[in-house]
């Protein structure tokens, strides 16, 4: 065990991952000398040579299609896409490319490539750099879809990420770079890719969200301890697939369910989530799920954001409507 | 708003066409066999029977093409690309690949998979609808068709980064069209590759239509001068002619084995058939176009070479017209005997792990179908 | 009124935008002398000329990023895109230039961009040429989608989408463009943009579905009936924004709901209805709304895709489950 | 595996660096005005008055980035994109432009911005984050500051072909960097251009740096003859002499305005100082390379020349100080007395004509936000 930043966890994670297994490549955009514009890659171009961690052309289709061509070789890249508002250049390789490759080859073709990005909001970025484009990638088969909340899961679920034959998004939020406690490089756990994992056991509503906004949720919950309420948060952690049955169990313990996420609300992630848990949890729901999303619009100028973004208060406005209480979110008529 | 043609329409004639001139020819349409100075010195030793090969080679595709055709006017077959009239730029260069080299191709390269390897009857199934892929790319050094534009050419790239850093000396090899020069990714994949100094080359088979589009539309120059602007040493080459096809790709394959790098080509040839069995040329060109490149058809100069060198004997004809019949009838049979896959494969190999969403509507989707079972 | 088919009455709708407004253009790849690879550009080239009609180079980002050029120059593109899994390269034109320049100039450059996709399988293509993409964009922030079932709605939309100053993603069911109909052309109707419509009333369960699926849905109401289950049908058309009021409407009065759309489920366009409609009828559903969708899986080669496209036994299906009869999908449990 | 570099590192200093060689060039180093031959006589008319105006604008827009700097890190502004050292390359091909003319760049164009029009005062509100423009793109002809890289050369290639149908002789103008040429949509940009004839001028600012990444990485040769590749005409100039910019900005323009189509200009300079006010270029770069670079300043040769012209005297350094200074000043009162924005403006302009869902969210919020007024 030692204390680790998030960004240490990541860090930490890829030293690990190329140590491991010498087909692992890091490629991406400023991740050598300068170690990436959030330092995750810092030093490892030092200490594992500049093929294995890669500076590469400012492109990020280019990026991503040379990657399937080396994952096409045998290597397992593990590409730095430098902020969520980046990542569209991509998408053809992504969508087309490498979620389809192993479909497309009968399997004879495996593309194990990790697309790390440090996404969301909440720290005062310019244009493109506060985007949260899971829904994207969650709703296009081949992808699986990871969002880590802490430096442990980090450090874990990156390792798993890089491990996993299949490809994967793995969503950094930018906030939680910062967020420091203990971590466990034992790697004795068992892998968690594909799970969630309730943070904190409850039993009047479940609270579930993912990334960065995990200890909003957190807090929101010591708040409505006080008031009396006690919900239960979900840390969804992997994005795709969805742990249904951990989900499942827990709504049809509360019957009310409160989904957050920072990413407009319709077609999002939230969309799905609700969808799915009434699917499973109809006859136990005592009240529609409730969406506390950020707006469907174009993620505003840094001054905006906190009224973009679901904070404490909001989440609790959510939870008083999954109680039936007063809210702004009260059912349409 | 004034009308003016905002780009010429016609793609232009071997005679008026700017891409040709300069291009490297060593066996002329009349099927003379000149000594190229810069690159004949590469196909050398490619005597009469070596090139009696290749014929073999360019009569057994274009019989493939044709019988495909044929197989989709059947029915048999959703649809088909043909490569009529690049059957040159095809072989010539596909033959100069070693084993361990590795091609990316477009949906067009059925001629290129023939030489790899790949059989016949392997071509069909995709084309039929019936599986994304004929076959395993490990298996032949060749990727499954690339049906997004230019998406290849970073694979390509990629791949061949990747036999760098292996310490390999083979070499990869992007096959894309012209259009195909005007996407991103065509031009990052030089950006990369030149970066890296990839051991790749990029074969540009401009065969003068991007479906109804002529070349003139995708570029206002030339498509090798477009390569060299990235630091990318590039060469035009009469795509029509097998030999010259074969020694500047051997070129550009032994630059890249001995660590020089990428390199581009552009085999200037021609579409002569529809863009695929889909297409309706007539809506879109002139068909004085498509008869004066006729007169430039990849195989013609090759018979006339053979025939003066006095070793495409009647009997030589016999023997490859048979081997293309026979090719041909393999195919037709593997096609036709084509059973349709089964409904569960939906599921298979979506993922290469377990996957949980995907499980779930598997068994529903079992369910499903057992309901009907069930009903009889 | 004129008998036309879909593919006509969009080739009309397009005469009629072009020679309404000088300022329209319509752009894309062979859509010149060829017509479009669908034929919905007959002809225009020749009666509008090469710069009002223009064959543009084979690069998809190109065509927006020059489309949204025109724009800021105060025309308005309509662009085609050749096929569904051709768009993506565009991705990052559309999500981040084409949805965000009005936002971003705080309203002082207008998009009126038309982005014409033919989508959805049913035809037997080829790869790449069957997808249904527009949860993608009906996620995004400041575009408008719009998905067309019959060539009366073909005629009035396009033109409606082209005469808005916002971005419009318009697709065409394949499958539908030789379907056949009466056309009124008199553009007295009011337009349609942002509405459902109700082609079919019923009381036992509602039936919600767009583009490509809305025959398919209808023929499914016929066999119901046969079988005593009276079925309400409603073409979306509009799946940003949606519109609520039209489906909570009849979803109360049904008491029960299925969704069909040919994309994959996961965070496809069935999630946002599901859980919209939850949101806004939990008390009067009798069931959780069921979707009857593609699998989340790449679109199949096209031997396998009656399999995996929601036709008219698996709605039937769908609808048993809406009714708490024996399904194939049967709560989860 | 061996770990040989990929790419060199080091970016190159002016005496060694290649893209220098052969470059446009009028004001020299030591302040020297020389006639070019080819290029010389654009400028003919600039006089000691006309480049005393440049000087000013220079000293200007350099003195508007200090202080914006120092407002960053006074935390009055979220970040601000430097561009000293940049100065020439911006003020020598803005004072190019028309009015009527339209500008796509980056978000380092500021020296840009203040030539179009835009008053400082606008130029803070984006980097505050209060907004995300500072300005109506129409009334100065320029539009608001691109983030996603090399998105707005497109937007200047549809804007100048709009130019073309219009029957305007204006010109349309993109500012990228050089890390820009990587990405697809430059090279589709070009390809557009030469295509349509467009009248753009692709202004690259090769500053020698892509955040850390040296313009080695982006490219294997020159950029100037990457857009020649592209069959557009292309020039490499002294980035860092206003004179020579502002030069063949006006030929590219006269090219431009008279039907002759796009042209790409190569502006050869150095980014100074750090990408942005968050990096740290100490991390990446030699020291020595800035030192070498520091004697190319742009503002210093051109203060040589009006000295040795005695134009440049004690009493005009203190009027352009001055000006500079009341400029710095209007911008930090505009800067710090900025309010910030009404939450409720999150929904404005999301869409130009009403949208039910962003109505319903609106109402919500409104009603929300009213519930704490409630709870006070
Ligand atoms: C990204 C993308 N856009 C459009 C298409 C549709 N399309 C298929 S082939 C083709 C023309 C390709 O022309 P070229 O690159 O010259 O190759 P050729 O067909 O001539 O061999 C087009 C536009 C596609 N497959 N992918
Ligand atoms: C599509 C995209 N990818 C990555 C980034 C992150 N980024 C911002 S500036 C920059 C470097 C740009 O370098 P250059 O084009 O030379 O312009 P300069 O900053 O030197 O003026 C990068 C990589 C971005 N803004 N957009
Ligand atoms: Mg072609
Ligand atoms: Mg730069």
């Known amino acids: 065990m030692s204390a680790m930043t998030m960004g240490g966890a990541l860090n930490a994670g890829l030293r690990a991952a190329l140590t491991a297994d010498p087909k692992v490549l890091v490629m991406g955009e400023d991740i050598g000398a300068l170690g990436g514009v959030y330092r995750i890659t810092d030093g490892l171009q030092r200490e594992f040579g500049p093929r294995r961690v890669m500076d590469t052309p400012l492109a990020e289709s280019g990026i991503l299609g040379t990657a399937v061509g080396l994952a096409y070789r045998g290597y397992r890249p593990v590409c730095e896409i430098q902020f969520d508002g980046f990542i569209y250049p991509a998408f053809d390789q992504i969508v087309s490319q490498v979620a389809r490759m192993h479909s497309r080859t009968n399997g004879a073709v495996k593309m194990p490539i990790t697309i790390r990005v440090p996404v969301g909001g909440g720290i005062g970025s310019a244009e493109h750099h506060s985007d949260s484009p899971e829904a994207y990638f969650a709703h296009t088969p081949g992808l699986r879809v990871v969002s880590v909340s802490n430096p442990q899961d980090a450090y874990d679920l990156l390792q798993d990420a890089i491990a996993c034959d299949d490809p994967v998004l793995f969503f950094e939020p930018k906030r939680r770079y910062h967020m420091k406690a203990e971590v466990d490089t034992a790697r004795s756990r068992p892998a968690a890719m594909g799970t969630a994992r309730v943070l904190r056991e409850g039993t009047d509503a479940t609270l579930v969200t993912f990334g960065g906004l995990v200890q909003v949720a957190l807090a929101a919950a010591d708040a409505a301890a006080d008031e009396g309420v006690s919900l239960e948060v979900i840390d969804l952690r992997s994005l795709s697939p969805i742990d249904w049955v951990a989900l499942a169990t827990s709504v049809r313990r509360t019957g009310r369910v409160v989904i957050a996420h920072e990413a407009p609300e319709s077609v999002g992630l939230g969309a799905e989530l609700a969808a799915g848990i009434t699917e499973r949890c109809f006859y136990f729901l005592e009240h529609a799920p409730v969406r506390v999303t950020g707006f469907d619009i174009p993620f505003p100028p840094s001054k905006l954001e906190r009224h973009h973004l679901p904070d404490l208060d909001r989440m609790l406005d959510g939870v008083d409507a999954a109680l039936g209480r007063p809210s702004s979110l009260a059912e349409e008529d | ?376």
């Open chain 2, 1 to 376: 708003m004034s009308n003016t043609v905002a780009a010429p329409r016609a793609s232009g004639t071997p005679d008026s066409d700017p891409a040709l001139r300069g291009a490297v020819r060593i066996l002329t349409p009349s099927g003379e066999r000149t000594d190229e100075p810069e690159y004949g010195c590469q196909v050398a030793d490619v005597d009469d029977e070596a090139l009696l090969a290749l014929h073999d080679d360019m009569v057994v595709v274009r019989r493939i093409d044709t019988e495909a055709t044929n197989l989709q006017r059947q029915g048999e077959l959703a649809l088909w690309p043909p490569l009529l009239g690049q059957e040159a730029a095809q072989i010539g260069s596909a033959r100069a690949l070693r084993s361990d080299d590795f091609a990316f191709t477009s949906y067009r390269e059925n001629g290129v998979a023939y030489c790899r390897g790949v059989t016949p009857a392997q071509l069909m199934p995709v084309w039929r609808g019936v599986t994304a892929s004929g076959w395993d790319p490990y298996s032949v050094g060749m990727a499954t068709p690339q049906v997004i534009i230019a998406a290849q050419t970073l694979h390509a790239t990629g791949y061949a980064l990747g036999l760098q850093y292996d310490g390999s000396d083979a070499a990869a090899i992007a096959y894309f069209g012209d259009g195909a020069t005007s996407e991103g990714d065509a031009s990052e994949a030089l950006v990369f590759a030149a970066t890296y100094k990839a051991p790749v080359v990029f074969f540009c088979q401009n065969n003068h239509w991007a479906i109804s589009e002529p070349v003139t539309l995708q570029s206002g120059s030339s498509l090798a001068g477009r390569a060299a602007g990235f630091g990318v040493p590039s060469v035009a080459v009469d795509g029509n002619d097998v030999l010259a096809v074969m020694a500047v790709t051997r070129a550009a394959l032994a630059r890249a084995r001995a660590g020089g790098g990428p390199s581009f080509i552009e085999a200037v040839t021609y579409r002569m058939g529809p863009h695929t069995t889909a297409d309706d040329p007539t809506r879109y060109r002139e068909p004085a176009e498509l008869e004066a490149w006729r007169r430039m058809d990849p195989i013609d100069r090759v018979e006339k070479h053979l025939v003066s060198r006095g070793v495409l004997t009647d009997e030589r004809r016999a023997e490859t017209q048979a081997h293309a019949d026979q090719v041909a009838k393999a195919m037709r049979d593997a096609c036709i005997g084509m059973p349709d896959p089964d409904p569960m494969s939906l599921f298979e190999h979506v993922y290469a792990e377990p996957h949980s969403d995907i499980d779930r509507q598997r068994t529903r989707f079992a369910a499903y179908l057992d309901s009907f079972e069930d009903a009889r």
